[in-house]
């Protein structure tokens, strides 16, 4: 017998409010992307975390994947770069490194992921870019001027939306102000070890939750904070050894953080 109601839907319009993520998952269609991972020893960011809040000062896990990937990337212009164009494809390498940072936020109402981009973060201390991911993640996206294209964007009809999202997004002189030149994403605030997103530039970053696990050292069994950490590159833009060394890099990066004074790295 089947149950009441069990072959009955609700059918409706996609919700305005995600209209932005269709567009930009309509506009990543194009990307090639390869997706790896590593495993980062997070001890030396907690005591970095520990001896900072001593002084009163608050960091998240993601402040410092952006600081240091950031610095990374500063050495790996490939890879700091965006494609456009399929017949006759031009990449632009991009002077100032900046991170797309996504949130997960209510906008009219409507669950939604919004997106901010931190500019010249290669020259950024943990304390700015603490203070730019809380400004976005405290303020209210219903007024915040940053979020006026989003907002503006759900409220044009299809065609204007498209050709909209086109003209901020396509030219490579824009896509880094648009897109930022890497992304970040987190979803290490829950039981999620490791996720792999296209962020819509050459690197995505993705972090799980950091947990402790069993390690090895120096041949003996200890417990170490362990994060996995994914990266996805677009495959039209950089190969897979040119993506490994910056992963790895960033895993060292984060791996020899040590406490320092606020503002040095």
Do not use: C
């Not at 305005?16 to 990543?28: A, K, N, W």
């Not at 209210?140 to 294209?149: Q, R």
């Not at 997103?197 to 950091?210: C, F, P």
């Amino acid at each position: 017998m089947t149950p009441a109601g069990a072959d009955s839907a609700v059918v409706r319009p996609v919700p305005r409010q995600r209209r932005h993520t269709l567009r930009f998952l309509s506009e990543i269609r194009s990307f090639s992307p390869v997706f790896i991972d590593t495993e980062i020893d997070m001890s030396g960011i907690r005591a970095h975390q520990a001896a900072a809040r001593t002084r009163g000062h608050r960091y998240s896990t993601t402040s410092y994947v952006l600081h240091t990937s950031a610095r990374v990337l500063a050495r790996h212009p490939e890879a700091n770069a965006a494609i456009r164009g399929r017949a006759r494809p031009m990449v632009a390498q991009y002077g100032g490194v900046h991170g797309k940072l996504t949130f997960d936020r209510k906008l009219g109402g409507q669950r939604v992921v919004l997106s901010a981009v931190l500019r010249d973060l290669q020259d950024a201390e943990l304390p700015d870019i603490q203070e730019d991911i809380d400004h976005f993640r405290d303020g209210d996206p219903e007024t915040m001027p940053e979020f006026a294209p989003t907002r503006t964007l759900h409220r044009l009809p299809w065609p204007l939306r498209t050709l909209a999202f086109r003209a901020g997004t396509r030219p490579l002189s824009r896509r880094a102000a648009a897109f930022g030149t890497f992304a970040v994403s987190s979803l290490g605030h829950r039981p999620v070890d490791g996720f792999y997103s296209v962020g819509g530039t050459t690197v995505t970053l993705g972090l799980g939750a950091t947990a402790d696990r069993p390690v090895v050292r120096e041949g003996q069994l200890a417990v170490a904070p362990l994060m996995r950490l994914s990266l996805t590159f677009d495959h039209r833009v950089i190969d897979g050894a040119e993506a490994a060394d910056v992963l790895a890099e960033i895993k060292e990066g984060l791996e020899s953080f040590k406490d320092a004074p606020d503002g040095e790295s």
